[in-house]
Structures are given as structure tokens and as C-alpha cells.
């Protein structure tokens, strides 16, 4: 077996049964997301839309593609036809773009919102006030091209364990509150994406149920 079929049994051996795992391939050739493809796993995770687009070509079609990384309007058009989660919406206007481009490729595309509950600038996201904004106001319930099937966060990048549990916390909070609020009788919205290679174990045990690993799959990475 290769190392990257090992370091996966290993990693979906201790997962619990309703925790998926999006295993995180940027910057990595397509022939080592194939040594994962054929130890039986089908979702992968990018960060840049060129690159997810030529691995989609690529590789397998029955691949699940997810878009994790932050993401430009203006290149949404590339991904619409294919991608099967986005994890990264940070904005209305950005869902928007989603929706026309669903529409135009007669598809509903499924979106996490991607929530700020780290205490560092550079971090992505939306904070809750801005979260509320999107779900109280009238323009999303005229987005039939879009599907919102949950919450997405990152950790601070901290040696700090309690620090890290203490965001997830939050986001599952937020994620309840949000499901009890405006979900709670629709199936669809029940995705909480928490927790990378070196902090998943806290975020399921913070009630994470999905994982997006990398390093700790295919190895280290010599950039972002
Ligand atoms: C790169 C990345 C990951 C995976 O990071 P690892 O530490 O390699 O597991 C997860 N989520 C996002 C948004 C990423 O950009």
C-alpha cells in the first residue's frame, strides 16, 4: 500500500460513522489523489479554482470536487458546472453569482457559509452580525440555484488547544442556533465543516461531522 492509502485507513479508522472526510489535495499531483481514489475515497478538497478545474478534467468523473478556498466571483463560472460543495461563501453578492451560475447550468449547487471565529486578521469569513444580515434579508429566498447545507470555520493557527476548542465551540453554538432558527425543518442544512490535520480530533469531538485533512494524508506542503 502507498503511504497515502495508509495514512487514510489510518485517519477513517478513527473517525466516528456520521463525520465525512474531505481529503485536502491542493498543491498535490493528480496521480497521488489517484493512489486515494483507489483506496476507495471520492471527495477532495482544493483551495484554487484553476487547479481544481484541471484535476476535474483530469481525473474520474465520479469524483466530488469541494471548494474550500476563498473564492472570486469572477472565476465561479469555472467551477458551477461541476463542484459539489463550496465551503467558502463569505458574502451575499458571492451566492449570488452562485445562483445565476447554477442557473445557467440548470444545477443547484449546495454552499456552506464560512463563518470568521478565529482571532486573526487574515482569516476569511463572515462575523455573526453579517451572518444574520444574509438570513434575515429577503434576497435568499430568491436564490432557487443555491442550497445553504451549513456552517464552514477555521481555527485560530494556534499551539493553544483550549484556544482552538473554545472557536469551535462557537461555531457549533452558531451552527444550532442557526439550524433551530431557520432550518429546523429543512433537512438539507446539516453540514458542520470543522477541524484540518492538526486540530480535527477536537473539532468532532466539538461536534464537527466534516474534516478537511491534508498534510496529515498526502504529507507536508512546500507552499500554500
Ligand atoms: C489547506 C486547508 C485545509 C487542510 O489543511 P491541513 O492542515 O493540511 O490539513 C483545510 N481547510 C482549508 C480551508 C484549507 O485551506
Not at 485517519?11 to 483506496?39: C, F, G, H
Request: charged share 25%.
Amino acid at each position: 500500500m502507498s503511504t497515502v492509502s495508509q495514512n487514510l485507513t489510518e485517519l477513517k479508522k478513527q473517525l466516528p460513522a456520521n463525520v465525512t472526510l474531505v481529503a485536502v489535495s491542493k498543491t498535490k499531483p493528480a496521480e497521488q489523489i489517484m493512489e486515494a481514489y483507489q483506496s476507495g475515497h471520492r471527495i477532495f478538497g482544493e483551495n484554487k479554482v484553476q487547479e481544481m478545474t484541471k484535476k476535474y478534467e483530469q481525473l474520474p468523473k465520479d469524483i466530488q470536487w469541494h471548494m474550500i478556498g476563498h473564492l472570486q466571483r469572477n472565476k465561479v463560472k469555472y467551477i458551477a458546472p461541476y463542484v459539489s460543495l463550496i465551503h467558502s461563501v463569505d458574502s451575499l453578492r458571492l451566492l449570488q453569482t452562485i445562483n445565476k451560475e447554477g442557473a445557467k447550468n440548470n444545477r443547484v449547487i449546495p454552499c456552506l457559509l464560512q463563518i470568521h471565529i478565529a482571532k486573526e486578521e487574515t482569516k476569511f469569513g463572515l462575523n455573526e452580525t453579517e451572518l444574520f444580515e444574509i438570513l434575515d434579508g429577503d434576497e435568499i429566498k430568491n436564490l432557487n440555484h443555491i442550497t445553504i447545507n451549513g456552517l464552514m470555520g477555521m481555527a485560530t493557527f494556534t499551539e493553544d488547544k483550549e484556544k482552538i476548542r473554545s472557536e469551535f465551540k462557537t461555531l457549533k453554538n452558531l451552527f444550532d442556533t442557526v439550524k433551530n432558527r431557520y432550518f429546523s425543518d429543512n433537512s438539507t442544512f446539516s453540514v458542520l465543516s470543522m477541524g484540518m490535520s492538526g486540530d480535527y480530533q477536537i473539532a468532532i469531538e466539538e461536534g464537527s461531522n466534516m474534516i478537511r485533512v491534508g498534510s496529515a494524508i498526502f504529507g507536508e506542503r512546500r507552499y500554500q
